[in-house]
């Protein structure tokens, strides 16, 4: 099962009694579904969620630096400046000085310096996402490609978008592959083509934008109910079924990161099919996670967080005249804060072990892929194609707010699975949070509701994706301008 550094505790032997979900072998995403989560245009005050403002547990905070500020910095600029023979309880006042190192030192401050400035752990190892006994499909050939575009993804809002489909368009025609272009309009128009679009006649439908491009695109395939192979216009299977291929277009593009690349000519070519030793791509089968919520049945393909990485979309809200940077300084704030969310998981692994972890959270992760935000491997040693997802806490109610933030520090690189008060765990295929009343949490980059609890359980090789099977997660990081 790999690295199980987590203290669990057997919680039970059968996975039913747990949750009739971690039986359930079904898998249809529930259409509008998305749109009864998302918390895109705002929650009603009514509505009973657990939402914290940015300034909650400030307060404790705010007095501990004002009283370390007047005795480390105020008072001895005074005595410095106007009184350099005074002293201060008796005692000379550069005895403050001595006072404000040792605090200073004795603080978790020096812990943050020290493995998240200075010394920080080397990157974690490149992987393979795919692995051995995943044969894909040996036919592959593409004679008709179909692509989303979405215009306003990426940080340039998708200036470039026309220079990237005019690459991609090249490579594709190149080789005789038809190519049908979609752009996209208005939110949810990637999920409504995917779900309605006929397949009939398609061989690889290609999303060109972000993680969110993506995660709308998969919902909608997997809300058809067609979506177990027909592609012949008389409605019969010829065995291929739709395949997907991925265009990095947008900010983070994790899943990208994690299939190997996200430079756009060679997304293109493993597109267009042929096998990667032909400078094509092969095809891939790989994993989907079933996320219910609310009721309501919603796939992950990404990632899903909880604690603060999780709410920070909503709080971030409050900082948006700090423009993209409040993401990174509502993390900073409500981490020095001491934020922490309560949160029972229940995790059914591979071999029908059933266990449970009761703690407190500064966030955790459960991952198919190894990226989160804009590039961080949080999950470095996942597989797209094992049936099991990767879960890392990063747990607030045993760490010091210096090691917390040398935690979120090391993620970028994965190096924060060497530190202690990260908690590691590998092989679930389902997982169940329980929290203490509804809330937020965050799936493939969208903010969505709970009412208190959260199902997850990974589908192995539910689809198919054009990729290197060989392939090293983050193995070129090269984009093409």
Not at 17 to 32: A, C, G, H, Q
Not at 188 to 211: F, N, Q, T
Not at 366 to 378: A, D, E, W
Not at 433 to 462: S, T, W, Y
């Amino acid at each position: 099962m790999g690295s199980n550094t987590a203290s669990v505790a057997p919680l039970v032997t059968s996975a039913a009694s747990v949750s009739p979900l971690f039986k359930d072998e079904t898998f249809r995403v529930t259409d509008k579904a998305r749109d009864y989560l998302l918390t895109e245009d705002g929650l009603a005050p009514d509505e009973p969620i657990r939402l914290p403002k940015m300034l909650d547990g400030m307060s404790q905070f705010a007095t501990y630096s004002a009283v370390w500020l007047v005795f480390t910095v105020a008072a001895p600029l005074y005595f410095l400046l106007g009184d350099p023979s005074g002293s201060m309880f008796g005692a000379p006042w550069w005895t403050l000085l001595v006072v404000g190192y040792a605090g200073l030192h004795l603080s978790s401050f020096g812990t943050f310096l020290w493995r998240g400035v200075l010394f920080v752990p080397p990157p974690y190892k490149k992987t393979r996402v795919f692995g051995d006994d995943n044969k894909g499909t040996e036919d592959n050939r593409v004679e008709h490609i179909v692509i989303i575009t979405n215009g306003k993804a990426g940080p340039d809002g998708g200036k470039k978008k026309n220079v990237k489909f005019e690459l991609c368009k090249k490579v594709w025609e190149d080789k005789k592959i038809k190519v049908t272009n979609i752009p996209t309009t208005h939110r949810g128009h990637a999920y409504e083509i995917a779900r309605d679009y006929d397949l009939s006649d398609v061989d690889v439908m290609v999303g060109m934008g972000g993680d969110g491009t993506i995660h709308e695109i998969l919902n909608g395939y997997m809300a058809r109910a067609d979506k177990s192979g027909a592609r012949n216009g008389d409605g019969s299977c010829d065995g291929r079924g739709t395949r997907f291929g991925f265009i990095p277009g947008g900010s983070g593009n994790n899943v990208s990161r994690t299939l190997g690349t996200i430079n756009v000519e060679k997304a293109a070519r493993w597109c267009s099919g042929g096998s990667a030793k032909e400078d094509g791509g092969d095809c891939m089968n790989f994993d989907c996670i079933k996320v219910v919520s609310k009721g309501e049945t919603i796939c992950s393909i990404n990632t899903c967080v909880f604690g603060l990485i999780g709410d920070i979309g909503i709080i971030a809200e409050e900082l948006r005249w700090c423009g993209a940077s409040r993401y990174e300084n509502t993390a900073f704030i409500k981490l020095l804060a001491g934020y922490k969310q309560h949160i029972v998981i229940t995790f059914e692994f591979e071999d029908g072990r059933v266990e449970v972890v009761d703690d407190h959270y500064l966030s955790c992760f459960l991952n198919c892929t190894q990226f989160f935000g804009k590039g961080h491997r949080v999950c470095p040693e996942a597989m797209l194609d094992n049936g099991t997802a990767d879960f890392v806490g990063i747990k607030a109610g045993i760490a010091t707010r210096g090691e917390l933030l040398a935690a979120l520090t090391q993620a970028r690189t994965g190096a924060h699975l060497s530190n202690p008060k990260t908690q590691h765990i590998r092989g679930i295929r389902a997982a169940h949070f329980k929290f203490d009343c509804p809330g937020i949490f965050n799936l493939d980059g969208e903010a969505m509701r709970h009412d208190g609890e959260v199902f997850l359980k990974v589908f192995r090789g539910q689809c198919k994706v054009m990729a290197d099977r060989g392939v090293l997660c983050g193995g070129d990081v090269a984009s093409s301008k």
